[in-house]
């Protein structure tokens, strides 16, 4: 391992039974002697909590501890993650083995953090139907609301006859005739996050007391949805999130094409680099890097030559400070006999391990990311889309990537925060959707383009209050001041209409947009796109800018297609002084970290890259084979360009 | 609401918990309230039973009023229609809650009628299987049958040892390896609808103990197969239904065309106008009329302008005496938040306000719609169909509409009644399929042609009698001697098999059809149609005319595509005399109703109307913008035709 | 029945409630009747035991028998096959009522032989999920493995902690939050194969006990995978399989071709005869063959006039002694009303009947069929590769038919056996996949090449050890010496990825591959194919063959589209020294049996027969039309060619 430049090894996330094989009689052993190997070759352990896999015997004794599907059905053992959240008998065995392993270890120098658990929610855990859960969530509605007529205030339950007379009659969602509650969908979504937030924050608070000089990470997912990263982030010390890029993308989209199916979705993968960076502002870690092929996915493809050298890269051009590859060699039993590892099953070196190595020899030092751009995101949006989305293809993550590709076309390196996170140290704000918008949040984004912020809003913000009820004013509700213009109508566009707007000033620029469409009324702000297709009666306003003090907002009022977000992203960019290259082709992106710029191809045709100036490169030259990169000094971005050579 | 001139307020169907916020303690301030002013302003009050949501102080105490699910779930309060028809306490829970409300306002004189419940059976709420059920299904089949033998015979149970050897063994339909016996399916269908018919009586019977002046009405839905409308209908005075034209449409084809999206599909509508004008042979009434855009079709689109107009106009033209919008405002809370009202969330008037206080300037006072045309209807089909569709994409109501369609071409009324109705005062009679058939509708089908009557039978006629068992001798079974022709083979054709007939008179004509293809045997009967194409063997028999008595009957065994129903109908109208008009394209309609004639566009292009005659127009004149309409005084259906303006 | 030639009679597969009215009351007098009548025209019986459809008395003393899901759900009574195969209480009670029946006609000697059951499996019943599987599954277990230590070993339960402490925490699957231990998968489905055995010998061993001269049947299903066919035959005298031409096709492609939907495809019905020919190498029976339309593919489509007959003949070639068909008369009610018989529902001849009189009449005795090609199938690859499928598409039995295709389109008869077979009397052995492999059989198979076998091996050979684990070296793990390659990659192969393959020769020859490749390192053998298209890198190699001995073997490491298992299987057949035809069109079948050579055409178009010598017909002539056969005397294999005329 040493030998391909291996620094860090992650154990033991699913070990439970052979360190615990029986209630109270640990066996030490052969942990001991693996991470003695470890340290004699200089390499460092971040251990995991072995929680994700209660064994047999534990759900045995104490069969409580299993979830519970919305119609009732026990999630049994056989598999991974068959535990609640809330339930107290297993957060005392969970508390109990992690003291222990903690305890353990607390003096080893070579145990140089944890992880908490695997993968908080996979495979649809976050949210369970038991008994236990039921009680937590009256308890949680307690603690949210005064009484129980508060309750019915925030959510709004004369509806249909829904009133709660007690806190005693708040259940969670469970087979109705018709859809859920909005307003109780949300709060039990939050609920459900909290619950994982509360389960973390057992398990790091132990680990810490144990040794404060560990770093405690957890290992979060692709657009991970049910549980809030950044909740969860306050409990922690490292972010790290687990990358798969040939099986994301094939989530992602219908029918990935071939580069795709190679290497992946370069924006889809540095999402979440930039998400997770963003958690908590610093340098975080891919704890599981695809090695090669691997057996979740729809297809199985093979990785381009060299893309896992090139995902490590990219990984460290978004601010990565360590990429940790699953697994070491492939395993022979089980569920995931299909996933490859560095090694094959034979213990021969496997293809990922070749590229591991390379890319640990060209990796180096670097300072931290530092963007211009701040992307918004809230959990809870995604939660009140997911339960009322109002289209059939509107998915929040897909809103959001929208308007993030236009901001990486332009190579200009963004966070993704959270609404409550301070802009000031932002030139520019994009904010896909402010869904379930306060007076508050309209006030702190009112005074950032005062002080000469530009900010970029997308569609449906400003919808619902914070418990997911209408405003009570039109659309954007309490933006609509900043906004300088009103909803008048929205609409769903199904896929048979032709969506295009034009733009209002005469260079005769129409663009697609898709899912959604509002129907804008300016009051103040300049309208700046007008329909003129199918989907809506031409000339009605699409998207307005307003100016307000220093700075302006734009609201667009659809959906954009890739050409529409570059542009209205690169109007707003060019507004707010902030450097960026010329329009990059969907394969290619541009990075830049601390004095340095990484170009990465993505395509399987060579490209070139060419600069206003002279460029010095550390790696590579301008000219970029497939699935290659190359890193200059400097920050080279502005007038940057890069031409596909086929 | 008066300046929008409205007549009629509808209110309370889901306000059994602000009614009664504890168990005997109503509060009627509110409501008092409210209908003090509705009266002030000269409006009237109809008002609903607020049976459809149970709260939650009563499902607490008697959690056996909730429905089940086929495998045994539960259906939890936390949406609405959460009740079961067959319970004794929910039966005791609505008497009780109904009678104190018909007392309340037994001398009230600005309600002038009741609605019952609401919108029984929706969110597939018909059929409940839980142990209340099942009993009461033991009941009922005592009730239908002598004898357990006698029921055994009347199912044929001897097929898979299924036979019941006493009444007690017989249950409700459970999840089972294969397929339900079809005899016990259809028995439990009827059942079922029975439920409901008997549930609603013990409403009606109450309000119309309290004041018998009220009317008695319910709001039925669009295609809505598991209540037979015609049985419920028996204990109403008035039958209304609720349209939502942009959400029918898509849920009745894959892909709504553009004109569709933003009005909806005319004979989509009209079929029901038709189907609940006919319960009761008298006008009835639009309860809810889609107002603007609604929260649950596939896809919201904002209707066309003036599209609410239109359909006000439209079901004025087929019978209606009241379009009853829902809702007033838009709600801020719970599940139909995305429904518009004729108000905004902060009040204003939305788009369908305006129209619909133009549609209010613009309607009239006039007779009842006179059809010279039955189609005939029963929703035993429907389930015995449903069952064993044989084809997937038979449906039985899609069948009907084919023919619906070919009658509305031609710009003919058309009542759509029970195979029991007299027949009498109709010229002709169109029956897409008499599916399950006795002998005696057999006499009284063959009595209507040879009085004269012209009949237009569709496929499937005569396949099975009253239990669901097929006829023991060939299909058409008791109708054989009616049709001159027997069934060979029948077989369902899948959509890659071009399917064609051709005439056999000398006119070269080819039609398309779909799904099902019968090959028919002449015995005294005249071919007319027969199969030229790859579903069926050239040359064979596809459609046979019959001549008895002074009338004939016209026997199709495919199921047509618009041009062969439109041909079809036409040639049995003009044998029976009925005037018509010609063949209009699919987007405008001509309604004649007590001496004026509506023709109404719901295209997106203009058109011409051209008379034989002088017309004078009560509304608009002979060039109809796109989604509007034009009244003319008089029946001008003879020779109008009608011209799109492109 | 007797004038349409005629000569056995199933009977009383469903009918335990009317043989046993109520417990211990048996009414024989319908059945002696019926027996008697059929012994007087000459004709033989058989019966069939009833216990595929337990009565309704039967169910409510003992509710324990019935089935249940995975989640718990009871099968209930309503349709059949609803009883537990591991139920003791309904051991006893299929005990106890075939022991009644043998009795009763253990010394008639009209009836010749007995089917037990009906088509076990049906419906997805194999496989139950109740208590008492779960304790059977546990004693089989047991039984299994010495000790939890040797069951985890075997199993691998490392992974995600599902080690076993002790037998009793041992379950059957249940609903867990991720996919199931492949092991434990596979292992259940031998357990609930080995169920059906055991149920079916306690059936046989009565019988035989009663008449040893009786032989005992079941009838199977087409490709039908949960239970074992080999392990159940070897309690039965003769297998049999229920044959639905039309049905099948359209389960096994998503659009049948017109032809298909009108007589199905020749080489998914020859699989079938083959496969059950091949159980006890000797000659099988159609028990129920398809008479006309029937209920239950999606499309319910007539046959082409004259499909009955052709099925017949078809089926004799391959091996059939007797086409008994299903069923005689159109049944009045139930679940199969809109399944054909040979007569109408009014007792008429219906179309099958008249083609089922002329089969009659040509039909002959004939010597069993002698196959010089083994393809090699083993249901627990079928097991493993349905639970691990690694790519959307890749399902067995196209896999097994994707090569049997290529061997039918030489003329060439094929048994289709158990790897454990012995090889010795074949000239060639084809393998699609060996995919759990033991040394033993490497051993075996490289035995057969040795000694002068030719043999083609296909994916994901060797890839697992027998109990579903990977093999620890690389695949073809214990295969590698005798293919001469390793695996170095998998991948599934997406269908947008352009897949194909070119020869290695100079002869410029393209083929199309699906689904999956392999990247082969050939170690000693030859590569024949390599790469040369978007799936896979161009020049890696695609399959190799390796000179053992006397023999040689071919490894296929694609799924090979038809011109490759033609030219593939071709070589191997050329080298083999296996008489063959010309390549043949898909519509176009030959087989020899016994001397005598069918040609048969499955097509819409005639066709023309070239033989290189003078044929002598037996029935027909060179010249064959649509759906039409001929039998020509002698084995006219070699040269035969066959031309479409259009
Ligand atoms: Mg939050
Ligand atoms: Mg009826
Ligand atoms: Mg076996
Ligand atoms: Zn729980
Ligand atoms: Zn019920
Ligand atoms: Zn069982």
Not at 279 to 294: H, S
Not at 354 to 363: C, I, N, P
Request: hydrophobic letters at 35%.
């Amino acid at each position: 391992m040493a030998d391909a430049g291996i620094e860090y090894v992650r154990m033991a996330e699913f070990s439970w039974r052979v360190l615990e094989p029986e209630r109270g009689e640990f066996d030490f052993e052969w942990l001991d002697e693996i991470i003695g190997l470890i340290g004699e070759y200089g390499m460092e352990v971040v251990l995991c909590t072995p929680t994700a896999a209660p064994p047999r015997w534990l759900v045995a004794e104490r069969p409580e501890i299993l979830q519970r599907d919305r119609d009732g059905t026990v999630r049994s053992v056989g598999s991974r993650r068959h535990y609640c959240f809330n339930s107290e008998a297993y957060r005392e065995e969970s508390e109990r083995v992690v003291r222990v392993l903690a305890e353990r270890y607390a003096d080893d120098p070579r145990v140089v953090g944890w992880q908490t658990d695997n993968e908080y929610g996979c495979h649809g855990t976050t949210r369970c139907y038991c008994d236990d859960c039921a009680s937590a969530f009256r308890s949680w509605v307690r603690q949210e609301y005064d009484s129980v007529a508060d309750l019915n205030d925030a959510w709004g339950t004369t509806f249909w006859s829904q009133q709660y007379d007690d806190f005693e009659q708040v259940d969670i969602p469970r087979p109705t005739p018709a859809q859920d509650h909005p307003s109780l969908a949300l709060d039990f979504a939050r609920f459900s996050s909290d619950s994982v937030v509360e389960y973390n924050r057992l398990q790091a608070d132990i680990l810490r007391g144990a040794n404060d000089d560990w770093f405690v990470t957890h290992n979060f997912m692709n657009l991970f949805e049910s549980v809030d990263a950044y909740d969860v982030g306050e409990d922690l010390d490292l972010i790290s999130w687990d990358s798969y890029p040939t099986g994301h993308v094939q989530q992602a989209v219908d029918e990935a094409s071939t580069d795709e199916l190679r290497a992946g979705n370069p924006d889809l993968l540095s999402f979440n680099h930039d998400l997770y960076r963003s958690v908590l502002d610093r340098p975080f870690w891919v704890m599981e890097q695809q090695p090669g092929d691997v057996n979740w996915p729809p297809h199985s493809t093979q990785p381009a030559p060299g893309a896992m050298r090139l995902w490590a890269h990219h990984a460290t051009a978004h601010g990565a400070d360590a990429v940790v590859y699953f697994r070491w060699r492939r395993c022979l039993e089980g569920q995931e006999q299909y996933h490859a590892g560095l090694r094959k099953q034979d213990g021969s070196a496997d293809r990922g391990y070749h590229d591991a190595t390379q890319a640990a020899e060209e990796l180096f030092d670097v300072d931290d990311v530092d963007a211009p751009v701040a992307l918004l995101h809230d959990y809870e949006n995604a939660w009140a889309l997911g339960e009322q989305p109002h289209a059939p293809d509107f998915d929040y993550w897909q809103l959001l990537q929208a308007f993030y590709g236009g901001i990486r076309s332009h190579g200009v390196q963004v966070d993704i925060v959270h609404p409550d996170t301070s802009l000031e140290s932002y030139d520019a704000v994009v904010a896909p959707t402010v869904h379930l918008a306060t007076a508050q949040l309209a006030d702190r984004l009112t005074a950032f383009v005062e002080s000469g912020g530009e900010l970029l809003l997308g569609p449906r913000t400003g919808h619902k209050d914070e418990y997911g009820k209408l405003a009570s004013s039109v659309q954007p509700g309490p933006l609509t001041d900043l906004v300088g213009a009103t909803v008048d109508q929205h609409e769903s566009v199904p896929p048979q209409l032709e969506a295009t707007v034009s733009r209002t000033d005469d260079t005769q620029t129409w663009y697609a947009f898709r899912t959604w469409a509002e129907w804008l009324e300016a009051d103040g702000a300049q309208p700046i796109l007008e329909y003129d297709g199918d989907a809506v009666e031409d000339g009605r306003t699409a998207a307005v800018r307003n100016r307000i003090g220093e700075g302006s907002v734009v609201y667009c009022g659809v959906w954009p297609e890739p050409d529409l977000a570059v542009d209205l992203v690169g109007s707003v960019l060019e507004r707010a002084g902030v450097r960026r290259s010329a329009v990059l082709p969907g394969g290619v992106r541009v990075a830049h970290r601390g004095g340095y710029t990484w170009v990465m191809n993505f395509g399987s045709d060579p490209i070139t890259v060419d600069l206003t100036g002279e460029a010095s490169w550390r790696l590579g030259d301008e000219t970029i084979d497939p699935f290659d990169l190359s890193i200059a000094d400097g920050d080279v971005v502005d007038g940057l360009s890069v031409r596909i050579l086929e």
